[in-house]
């Protein structure tokens, strides 16, 4: 079974960037198409962007393109979402797991809180 342990998340202000971690285990990362998500207040969990097992493909929701990128390094079992021009709309509780079109998704992790506030 799977594992994920999120990090990088906190306070930025409008227009700032993060780079969001998760360290994975328990499983071949380089075989599985890996996703961000977040779910923000009273709303629910919304897929993010994802990435194939080979890092060739990748998908962004409409609401994140041009401004969020996925990336991962197999060696070092890690998935990682560089955000930038960040709005307030991207606070959230961001999760890493298996992407639930690809047989996803399993126990959930912790998350890391993004709150973009001035």
């Known amino acids: 079974q799977g594992q994920f342990v999120e990090s990088g998340g906190g306070l930025v202000q409008p227009g700032g960037s993060l780079r969001l971690s998760c360290t994975t285990s328990g499983f071949i990362l380089r075989a599985y198409i890996m996703a961000w998500y977040r779910q923000a207040p009273g709303k629910e969990r919304e897929l993010v962007a994802d990435i194939s097992g080979s890092s060739r493909t990748n998908y962004y929701g409409d609401p994140v393109k041009g401004r969020f990128t996925i990336s991962k390094d197999n060696a070092k079992n890690t998935v990682y979402l560089q955000m930038n021009s960040l709005r307030r709309e991207d606070t959230a509780v961001y999760y890493c797991?298996?992407?639930?079109?690809?047989?996803?998704?399993?126990?959930w992790g912790q998350g890391t809180q993004v709150t973009v506030s001035s």
């Open positions: 797991n298996v992407a639930h079109h690809a047989g996803g998704p399993l126990a």
